[in-house]
């Protein structure tokens, strides 16, 4: 399995991002106001992922008072990883669209409210997206470079 790479993510929030912006150009005054719930939801998301990998690589590296880990258990960790990153990226994309849309409303109301949870949602997004990638490079196996003998 290939490590995730950054740059297909930042294009997943951009594609989000804009079919997002597009499809609420012409649906936003029918949609309800964004759920706040979002934020603290993937933030605990984030905090979970990030500290599994930081017990994760403690068990990798044998640390003293650790117990090994099941290389299946590692495997499953990083399809996890992955696919948060991914799903993050998308749901960052899906927020910032919400943003960009609501950026010429913010005298009104609920688009001024959609507008700090859509940007609290995507910078939990972010986090989210970052601590998948955190776990990703921990569930590594240590080793030398390849090019080292």
Avoid at 48 to 55: D, F, I, K, P, V
Avoid at 121 to 142: G, M, T
């Amino acid at each position: 399995m290939k490590p995730s790479n950054p740059g297909v993510l930042v294009g997943l929030v951009v594609v989000f991002a804009l079919l997002t912006w597009g499809l609420l150009r012409q649906f936003y005054s029918m949609l309800p106001t964004l759920p706040w719930t979002a934020i603290p939801t993937t933030l605990l998301l984030a905090v979970g992922e990030a500290y599994t990998g930081w017990l994760t690589r403690a068990r990798i590296l044998r640390r003293p008072s650790t117990k090994p880990v099941e290389p299946l258990a590692v495997a499953r960790l990083t399809a996890l990883a992955k696919a948060t990153a991914y799903a993050g990226a998308a749901f960052g994309g899906v927020f910032a669209g919400f943003v960009l849309r609501v950026l010429d409303l913010l005298d009104l109301d609920k688009p001024r409210q959609d507008a700090f949870v859509g940007g609290g949602s995507f910078l939990a997004c972010v986090i989210l997206v970052c601590a998948a990638l955190f776990l990703e490079h921990c569930c590594r196996v240590p080793g030398k470079p390849s090019g080292e003998t």
